[in-house]
T-cell receptor
Framework: DAGVIQSPRHEVTEMGQEVTLRCKPI?????LFWYRQTMMRGLELLIY????????DSGMPEDRFSAKMPNASFSTLKIQPSEPRDSAVYFC????????????FGQGTRLTVV | QKEVEQNSGPLSVPEGAIASLNCTYS??????FFWYRQYSGKSPELIMF????GDKEDGRFTAQLNKASQYVSLLIRDSQPSDSATYLC???????????FGSGTRLQVQP
């Protein structure tokens, strides 16, 4: 298996623009997580899906952020409008089971909002 | 109080020495504990997980858990320069299925 695949790897956008990050989890995994990593705040959970259903979105910073998982093999994280403070590395991770055992991370998307 | 706390480091050890990384957590209901390694510019990768009090060994790595004192540690024996990375402690917090991560400890192994 190719592992968790994220795209794009790097994204530079202007403030106010819409940004869409994409994730393909490992086949057979039923849990998917979006995390954001910054120097100041470390690795923070944004949202967690189980069987394509959002279970915990308490980490989503504000209404500018939204996430979808239309099927078991694809998820998106959208920021609209983007702001410079959204600059971070966004990781998608997936696991099998509901207790987040052995979550596997994608390579991340480095987002820079200028 | 942060839910998961780690000393940010850097922790510097000479090659061949034992590196000891510590983590404390605030939720007494936490049941699962994980150590991830993250090289600069890369994604976190799982090293070990531990669920029960005591030690768990895997090669050069030993995870130690003490639920009464609410700490979990990772020992790396015979440290190598390739072990230089940031080590993230992660726990499951009551009521939240996803992992909560500490801020990580940066380890430097000096050749």
């Amino acid at each position: 298996d190719a592992g968790v695949i994220q795209s794009p790897r790097h994204e530079v956008t202007e403030m106010g623009q819409e940004v869409t990050l994409r994730c393909k989890p490992i086949s057979g995994h039923n849990s998917l997580f979006w995390y954001r990593q910054t120097m100041m705040r470390g690795l923070e959970l944004l949202i967690y899906f189980n069987n394509n259903v959002p279970i915990d979105d308490s980490g989503m910073p504000e209404d500018r952020f939204s996430a979808k998982m239309p099927n078991a093999s694809f998820s998106t994280l959208k920021i609209q409008p983007s702001e410079p403070r959204d600059s971070a590395v966004y990781f998608c991770a997936s696991s099998y089971g509901s207790s987040n055992t052995e979550a596997f991370f994608g390579q991340g998307t480095r987002l820079t909002v200028v | 109080q942060k839910e998961v706390e780690q000393n940010s480091g850097p922790l510097s050890v000479p090659e061949g020495a034992i590196a000891s990384l510590n983590c404390t957590y605030s939720d007494r209901g936490s049941q699962s504990f994980f150590w991830y390694r993250q090289y600069s510019g890369k994604s976190p990768e799982l090293i070990m997980f531990i669920y029960s009090n005591g030690d768990k060994e895997d090669g050069r790595f030993t995870a130690q858990l003490n639920k009464a004192s609410q700490y979990v540690s990772l020992l790396i024996r015979d440290s190598q320069p390739s072990d230089s990375a940031t080590y993230l402690c992660a726990v499951t917090v009551t009521g939240r299925r996803a992992l909560t991560f500490g801020s990580g400890t940066r380890l430097q192994v000096q050749p």
